[in-house]
């Protein structure tokens, strides 16, 4: 999810594991080490993200490359998923990522909170903000057009 690119993405899955081994005493036991491994991934990848930016003022993929080039073949559905796929990575980073956290992984506010070191007002204007703009996109974009028989 984060880094649109599986190379990258297992490279970062690489370095958690490097760094969650090489930091286990301050894991914290009786607590969610999935919570605990998603921080050091995030940490890393803001990381990576804001060093390769200074490098080479590269960011995330242009969502509309993430669009299959014949979009012709693929169903209503995958072309709906695939819309909103592309205005969910057209938000900011931190919307996405509280997005991602609260309702794919699950977790409560104050989880997310935790996991990215945030207040839990900062989730809770994050999402709303989050859920403003999709809110809006989906308001202005064209309805699906019917197939005809």
Known sequence: MLSHDRDLAEELVQSTCVRALERSAQFTPGTRMDRWLFSILHSIW?????ARKVRQGQGFADPDALLASDTHALSDDNRQFRRIMQQVNALPE??????FLVYVEGLTYQEAAETLAVPIGTIMSRLAA???TLARQTATAPAPQEKRR
């Open 46 to 50: 803001i990381s990576d993200l804001r």
């Open 94 to 99: 931190a919307q996405r990522n509280a997005l």
């Open 130 to 132: 989050a859920r403003a």
